[in-house]
């Protein structure tokens, strides 16, 4: 009950398109969010966040939405650009535990 | 600049040995965690601790050790019990250990057997 599930494991967008990255939760005590970007050789980095109060949180380029009946988020790269290529990770938290992440995919743009 | 500094970058071990990865941080977190990162498995909890001198084991703990004896301090030895070392091994560290805010990771260290 602890896992969230990510998917694609790997994604191909060209320059300009669209990245969507999906991840789904079963824990309903899980209120927080957040999305990781982590380049090779290098720490994961916070990229955005979003908590089930609200149902998308958009910074930039970068869209979290959430749908909390269905218990999936979703991150969505607007525009994409190839310094995008990285690691994103979805991951998810309550008030009584750590992070738990996904398992990761792997993003590369076309230029 | 605050931050978590993990060292070395690269680490070699030879079968059977112990080897004791580094991980520092001044940004005066209480807690501080230890992953693992294989290929299309995520980051995996291995240990974490919440005050000075108290740890707790997380889902992989087997095969590895911590201390904890100051704040800015979080060790992980990787001992030879642990049967498939070679990953990449992130440290965290985080205002509270609980709630998932504000992690913040090091570099990582690369630990490949030879």
């Known amino acids: 009950q602890q896992q969230v599930k990510q998917s694609p494991q790997s994604l191909i967008v060209q320059k300009g398109g669209i990245s969507i990255i999906n991840c789904a939760y079963e824990?309903?005590?899980?209120?927080?969010f957040p999305w990781y970007q982590q380049f090779p050789g290098k720490g994961p980095a916070l990229l955005i966040a979003i908590r089930p109060d609200v149902s998308e949180k958009k910074e930039g380029r970068f869209t979290i939405s959430f749908n909390k009946s269905a218990k999936q988020f979703s991150l969505h790269i607007m525009d994409s650009q190839p310094g995008d290529s990285a690691t994103y990770f979805c991951a998810a938290s309550s008030s009584a535990r750590q992070l738990t992440f996904g398992s990761g995919t792997q993003l590369t743009v076309l230029p | 600049d605050g931050g978590i500094t993990q060292s070395p970058k690269y680490l070699f071990r030879k079968e059977g040995q112990n080897v004791t990865l580094s991980c520092e941080q001044n940004?005066?977190?209480?807690?501080m965690y230890w992953y693992r990162q294989d290929p299309g498995q995520g980051l995996r909890l291995i240990y974490y601790?919440?005050?000075?001198?108290?740890?707790q084991k997380g889902d992989i703990a087997e095969g590895y050790s911590v201390s904890r004896e100051k704040k800015e301090s979080f060790p992980l030895t990787v001992t030879s019990a642990q049967k498939n070392p070679t990953a990449f091994y992130l440290c965290a560290s985080s205002i509270a250990a609980t709630g998932g805010y504000g992690y913040t990771f090091g570099s990582g260290t690369r630990l490949t057997v030879v």
């Open positions: 601790s919440q005050i000075v001198n108290d740890f």
């Open positions: 940004l005066n977190h209480d807690a």
């Open positions: 824990n309903t005590a899980f209120d927080y």
